[in-house]
């Protein structure tokens, strides 16, 4: 019997079914190629999954470091590693102002749930651009500012890689060496090619202006450049703002384009203008540039994921194209952007006494870290702790890069349960009064023993 002979019109279907699985079966033993075909789409090679073949991906350093913090039972445990603020006791923190702005929402019965525009909400995007230009900022009188509401500095920093990609005549971006660790995969994936700058110099624990001076004089000129606009992560070294405006000159000269990346408006020196004044001395310039803002940390709002990305231009006309462009990046991403977080934002900030009960608390969250700096400074010294720890009250905003290699990390996360990346990162708004000594004790254990 041959399979034809079961295809044939005469037969009946049960003599047809039989002929489908003959088929099949000689199609399966004869081909490798053809069984891929029939099998059913659910199973596999081995272990009966299409994905069997995946192998295990690594947790992510920042974010993997939580998810060992959380497996960990000891009571005495401390999470240093994401940057995220804690209070006093420990405990993460909603803003009060933030508490206020959701219950106006909550309250005003005509708010609606539909889909904000694929640039977000439109009050939002206008308040972001003047908080971080400033009120009076040349470009956003004379209108050359395109901003769109994304999701968080993450989400606003791959937007902008994309339109960059797509629009830009140069496609190679500078990162500072070292840097924070998505930054090479958005923009790789982005699709622009990523080198980095000289930065950090760990024999000083300081900037190293020389390298990164150099660096940028050679790079390939029109190249864009990443920026961090205040509290740089990891190091928590920023430049001075002589530094910057020599950065500027060079920059500016050689037509880099800035790309800054702004999630710790605020948080550095407690003042928002403050901390965004080396944007404001680019713009100030009258050229070009990206601006990518998060909303994550100074108003803690980390998973409303609620953020900005605003591109400066020369004119307003050349702005109207640049939003345009955004949109039809945005719009096969993640079509538009989720409303709760940019409404919260939009309250605060048009809201003279709410914006000012923000400053005052954001001054508090940017105090309590430095206060930190200091307790864990003395404490260290207390203990004749050997080396220099004068980094640790001289480095600025949210992190501490403290010079611990990755060896000396996992002996503190093994024998005293505290958790951070493995480059030596602490999140000093992880920590509080009650837990310096426990921190202060594994540095110095580690400090003073070969690890
Ligand atoms: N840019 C820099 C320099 C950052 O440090 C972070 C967050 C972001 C952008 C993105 O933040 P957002 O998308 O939440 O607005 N860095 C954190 C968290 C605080 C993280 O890794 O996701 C960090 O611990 O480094």
């Known amino acids: 019997m041959t ?24 199609a399966a033993t004869n081909s490798d190629n053809l069984s891929s075909v029939y099998a059913s789409p ?18 992510d350093p920042i974010l993997g470091v939580t998810v060992a913090y959380n497996k960990d039972p000891s009571p005495v445990k401390l999470n240093l590693g994401v940057g995220a603020y804690r209070t006093e006791e420990g405990k993460p923190l909603v803003l009060n102002v933030v508490r206020k702005a959701e219950q106006q929402l909550i309250n005003d019965r005509t708010r609606i749930k539909e889909y904000l525009p694929i640039v ?19 470009a956003i009188r004379e209108n050359r500012v395109s901003t769109v509401e994304c999701l968080s500095g993450t989400g606003s920093l791959r937007v902008g890689g994309e339109f960059l990609a797509k629009h830009y005549h140069q496609k190679t971006i500078y990162i500072t060496q070292p840097t924070w660790g998505n930054h090479p995969k958005i923009f790789t994936l982005a699709g622009l090619t990523v080198k980095t700058y000289r930065y950090y110099d760990p024999s000083t624990r300081g ?20 920026l961090h606009a205040c509290a740089h992560n990891p190091t ?24 800054f990346d702004s999630a710790y408006q605020g948080f550095a020196s407690g003042s928002l203008d403050t901390d965004a004044k080396p944007i404001r001395m680019f713009v100030a310039d009258g050229g070009e540039c990206l601006v990518a803002q998060s909303y994550a940390k100074n108003m803690g709002l980390y998973g409303e994921r609620v953020g ?21 990046v945005i719009r096969p991403m993640y079509s538009s952007p989720p409303i709760h977080g940019a409404s919260i934002v939009a309250v605060i900030l048009r809201d003279r006494n709410l914006f000012n009960e923000w400053t005052l608390e954001l001054k508090a969250m940017a105090d309590r870290i430095i206060s930190m700096r200091k307790q864990l400074f003395e404490a260290l010294r207390a203990r004749g702790t050997p080396g220099d720890w004068s980094h640790i009250i001289k ?22 349960h505290i958790y951070m990346t493995s480059d030596g990162r602490i999140s000093m708004a992880g920590l509080s009064s009650k837990t310096v000594p426990h921190l202060a004790d594994a540095i110095h254990a580690v400090a003073t023993k070969a690890v």
């Not at 659910?42 to 947790?59: D, I, R, Y």
């Not at 390939?220 to 450049?225: A, D, F, Q, W």
């Not at 480095?395 to 005293?416: D, H, R």
């Open 236 to 259: 928590g070294v920023d430049p001075t703002i002589q530094q910057w405006e020599q950065i500027r000159q060079l920059m500016r000269s050689k037509g880099l384009m800035p790309f």
């Open 3 to 26: 399979n034809s002979e079961f295809s044939s019109s005469s037969s009946s279907p049960s003599d047809r079914r039989i002929g489908a699985l003959l088929r099949h079966l000689t």
């Open 395 to 416: 480095q600025i905003g949210m992190f501490t890069f403290t010079g611990l290699n990755p060896a000396q990390v996992s002996y503190m996360t093994k024998e005293y």
């Open 308 to 328: 900005a990305l605003s591109i400066v231009c020369k004119s307003s006309d050349v702005a109207g194209k640049v939003e345009s462009q955004l949109k039809l």
């Open 42 to 59: 659910t199973s596999g090679v081995s272990g009966g999954s299409v994905f069997a073949h995946l192998v295990q991906a690594p947790e």
């Open 120 to 138: 977000g909400l439109v009050e939002f995007n206008k308040l972001s651009a003047k908080l971080i230009l400033g009120a009076d900022s040349p």
């Open 207 to 226: 900037l190293n202006f020389q390298g990164l001076m150099e660096d940028l004089g050679a790079a390939t000129p029109g190249s864009i450049v990443l």
